[in-house]
């Protein structure tokens, strides 16, 4: 079982940055695929970015160039540094985890957080 928080959600401005975070419980989460994902309101669930357990990343189109994501195995920790932050970017931001690999549509996941909210305003 593998719990996950997310945090560093806020309110910013359009061009800012924010770094979110996920903490993840137990002692395998070196192995796992990890991913975030958003959502606005009266949307569907998107796909924003995902890391394999050996680092490799993917991105959506949207994001590329403007976010990073990456791990911290030792703090079983996956961040998501989102730089040059536009209104469009306004969502509930969720941490994913699965044992193979995070799907872009999300179908599978082992593991979903609760989300952080990110407000981007003009």
């Known amino acids: 079982q593998v719990q996950l928080v997310e945090s560093g959600g806020g309110l910013v401005q359009g061009g800012d940055s924010l770094r979110l975070s996920c903490a993840a419980s137990?002692?395998?989460?070196?192995?796992?695929?990890m991913g975030w994902f958003r959502q606005a309101p009266g949307k569907a669930r998107e796909f924003v970015a995902r890391?394999?357990?050996?680092?490799?990343?993917y991105y959506a189109d949207s994001v590329k160039g403007r976010f990073t994501i990456s791990r911290d195995n030792v703090k079983n920790t996956v961040y998501l540094q989102m730089n040059s932050l536009k209104p469009e970017d306004t969502a509930v931001y969720y941490c994913?985890?699965?044992?193979?690999?995070?799907?872009?549509?999300?179908?599978?996941?082992?593991?979903w957080g609760k989300g952080t909210l990110v407000t981007v305003s003009s």
């Open positions: 994913a985890a699965d044992s193979v690999r995070v799907a872009v549509g999300g179908a599978g996941v082992d593991y």
């Open positions: 890391i394999s357990s050996s680092g490799g990343t």
């Open positions: 137990g002692r395998t989460f070196s192995s796992y695929a």
